[in-house]
């Protein structure tokens, strides 16, 4: 694609890209390219070691391609600071702040980016009430569940309004029976708030469930649609 296609591609454009690790017999994604919509949710399908989670990372900028690029409406971000790109990041584990309560946590972000406190607090109260956890706004998350320890991180990342929300597995540590009743409702979470978005999985159940298109990875290559 030229220069002046990509000025006019909405959503998330990845051309080319690949990531190859130092020592590596082979790159971890390879000359991989894909177009996310705005407010498309794209799953990412593929056995542990397919390269899924390495393009992740080059996109949100932690890990850098070794060529290729990356594109949000139509501007390059390639080679932008993490946290200039605009992009968020819900990761397998969450990540959450143990010395913060639940409010505290999903309001980080905001305060980074010295947002009022009266907007703040609606803001948080909104999301919350999304995630269905307005009565746990004043409890440690250490105390919460593992599934709603997910939904604090999902509220946290959609927080600052991304324009772009990347999900590294973020249902993989749960049993199947909340796996999939999460799943459900990221996919309602995600389009009620029209959020463009990525997640990565290796569950093909959690993907259908989830995306609104699904594509498959393996030996660091997008496979070609079925």
């Not at 959020?195 to 990565?200: G, I, N, Q, R």
């Amino acid at each position: 694609m030229s220069e002046r296609e990509s000025m006019h591609v909405s959503g998330l454009q990845v051309t080319d890209l690949t990531v190859v690790y130092p020592g590596a017999d082979a790159p971890a994604v390879d000359a991989v390219s894909l177009h996310v919509t705005s407010g498309e949710t794209v799953a990412l399908v593929g056995p542990s070691g397919c390269g899924k989670s390495t393009l992740l990372a080059a996109i949100v900028g932690i890990t850098p391609p070794l060529q290729g690029t990356v594109a949000f409406d139509g501007e390059d971000v390639t080679r932008a600071p993490i946290h200039r790109r605009g992009f968020g990041l819900v990761f397998q584990d969450g990540q959450l702040f143990p010395h913060r309560t639940v409010a505290g946590n999903v309001s980080f972000g905001l305060e980074m980016a010295k947002v009022p406190a009266e907007e703040r607090e609606a803001r948080v109260s909104e999301l919350l009430d999304l995630v269905g956890l307005t009565k746990y706004r004043d409890q440690a998350v250490a105390n919460l569940s593992g599934g709603e320890r997910q939904r604090v991180a999902l509220a946290r990342s959609l927080a600052p309004q991304p324009r772009l929300l990347l999900l590294d597995e973020p249902l993989s540590s749960l049993d199947a029976a909340l796996r999939s009743r999460l799943a459900h409702e990221m996919r309602e979470i995600l389009t009620v708030t029209g959020t463009t978005a990525v997640l990565v999985t290796h569950d093909p159940a959690e993907a259908a469930l989830v995306g609104s298109t699904v594509i498959r990875m393996m030996d660091g290559r997008i496979l070609p649609a079925t």
